[in-house]
């Protein structure tokens, strides 16, 4: 796994108002935009069925009104969040949270790289701070590795 370099060409997909925004800390997604994006370039995205077991079962900010309205059908997002992680949910919780509770064990799901997701980062902050989190990881992934 390579390290990342800050690139000067960074440009935030803030978002505007209305536009979903999904926040893990400081790193933050313009889901809004990245969804526009798959839709129209499907193509480039890996389409997938992911195994719910392999999703972690702890979600919060659930509005538990909504969870009996969605569609199971609309495919959650998962990026490459680290070298260890490869498919962390960044959009779709009411979705699984709903999966669980019907038994449902597969969802479609959109598996965006990591190339491809920072692209809809909403900040600089949260580019640098996702650039030295990669970096991270991916070093204590090559001292385990070299451990081996």
């Excluded at 209305?18 to 193509?43: C, L, T």
Aim: proline share 5%.
């Amino acid at each position: 796994m390579k390290l990342m370099k800050l690139s000067p060409a960074f440009k935030p997909c803030q978002p505007v108002e209305g536009e979903e925004v999904f926040a893990n800390g400081v790193i933050r997604w313009n889901i809004s935009k990245m969804q526009e994006y798959i839709d129209a370039h499907p193509e480039e995205i890996e389409f997938k069925q992911m195994e719910m077991k392999l999703l972690t079962n702890e979600y919060t900010n659930i509005d538990l009104d909504h969870v009996p309205t969605v569609d199971l059908s609309t495919p959650i997002i998962l990026v490459e969040f680290n070298p260890k992680i490869q498919d962390h949910l960044i959009d779709g919780r009411h979705r699984v949270t709903r999966a669980r509770e019907l038994g449902v064990t597969t969802l479609p799901a959109y598996k965006l790289t990591r190339d491809q997701h920072i692209l809809f980062l909403a900040s600089q902050t949260g580019y640098e701070a996702y650039v030295r989190y990669w970096n991270e990881k991916a070093r204590n992934w090559y001292e385990d590795e070299r451990k081996r």
